[in-house]
């Protein structure tokens, strides 16, 4: 796949994952689990780049005798989802003439 793509379409299940109530990273990979596999190093990569971009704010908080990280959707995060939404008829409209059946050559 496209990195670019898939490095859009990752930011958009990890603003998702947390869209509901504030996570924290081992979280967040579970809660992705049944529908993609996502590593540690790229899961607090793409956080990183979302806390850059303004699209969800960190803070930490004890647990069980140590600090975790906690990560909170900002407005800019919640647009992205709501663009990424009204771009998904487009995106199956893409997919849909790319997997159509070449019926020109026969």
Request: aromatic share 10%.
């Amino acid at each position: 796949m496209d990195i670019q793509l898939k490095r859009g379409l990752l930011d958009v299940c990890v603003l998702a994952a947390i869209r509901n109530k504030d996570s924290y990273g081992y979280q967040i990979i579970k809660d992705v689990r049944p529908y993609l596999t996502l590593s540690e190093s790229t899961l607090y990569t793409i956080l990183k780049r979302l806390e850059a971009a303004d699209m969800l704010t960190v803070r930490s908080a004890e647990y069980d005798g140590r600090l975790r990280k906690y990560y909170h959707i900002t407005e800019p995060g919640i647009r992205r989802i709501e663009e990424f939404r009204e771009d998904w008829n487009e995106i199956l409209s893409i997919y849909r003439f790319i997997t159509r059946e070449d019926t020109d050559h026969e």
